[in-house]
């Protein structure tokens, strides 16, 4: 028998010149089947563009009307036809026990789509997200928009779901920007190692 070598995480990077990117990659993210069932955190300072990228990607998916940010009511849910969304936002949590205080244990252990901001805040009760999102505003640059961002794919969902980014970037949409290439890095991690002769 021979090793089995999953290279995870896979790291990509990106730049969004502009919110018609953050749109664009989300109209992307939308239609990857592995979706449906996926955990997904999103990271990075206030105002990076975390709730952004959620409305962009929940518009996507079919939700209608006035998307919310969780701020305040720290999870919004939304039901549709084929799937069930689930929008996070720890921020406001004083201590990570509150996670568990709320009963969040039985959201992320059912099937669906979980998009959580702030992750850090709910540390060590969160299980391993499939894809981490990291946002940085480019605050060295002259376009206010842009954003550096990190996609970070840490189980065979996650990595399902980032494999399809380079077609975004070739074809952009009617009046769209396109996105800007991404890099990709390795980490090899050995999940198997069965040696016989």
């Known amino acids: 028998m021979?090793?089995?070598v999953?290279?995870?995480?896979?790291v990509k990077t990106t730049l969004w010149p502009d919110?018609?990117?953050?749109?664009?990659?989300?109209q992307t993210l939308a239609a990857q089947p592995a979706l449906r069932n996926a955990?997904?955190?999103?990271?990075?300072?206030l105002g990076a563009g975390k709730t952004t990228l959620v409305?962009?990607?929940?518009?996507?998916?079919?939700?209608?009307?006035?998307i919310k940010s969780p701020t305040y009511a720290v999870v919004e849910s939304y039901e549709l036809p084929d799937l069930a969304?689930?929008?996070?936002?720890f921020f406001r949590f004083h201590d990570p026990q509150e996670w568990e205080d709320a009963g969040f244990r039985d959201i992320f252990a059912s099937q669906g789509l979980k998009l959580v901001e702030w992750p850090d805040k709910a540390a060590g009760h969160l299980p391993l997200a499939d894809l981490?999102?990291?946002?940085?505003?480019?605050l060295d640059m002259s376009n206010e928009a842009a954003?550096?961002?990190t996609l970070s794919a840490q189980t065979a969902v996650g990595l399902a779901l980032i494999q399809h980014f380079d077609s975004c970037i070739s074809i952009p949409e009617k009046g769209q920007k396109p996105l800007e290439p991404i890099e990709s890095f390795q980490m090899p991690m050995v999940l198997n190692s069965d040696t016989q002769p």
């Open 19 to 26: 919110e018609s990117a953050t749109q664009a990659f989300a």
């Open 39 to 45: 955990f997904i955190e999103l990271r990075g300072d």
């Open 2 to 4: 021979c090793s089995e």
């Open 6 to 10: 999953v290279h995870l995480p896979i």
């Open 132 to 138: 981490v999102v990291q946002l940085a505003m480019q």
């Open 55 to 66: 409305r962009h990607l929940l518009g996507a998916l079919g939700v209608s009307g006035r």
């Open 147 to 149: 954003r550096q961002v």
């Open 85 to 89: 969304v689930w929008h996070f936002d």
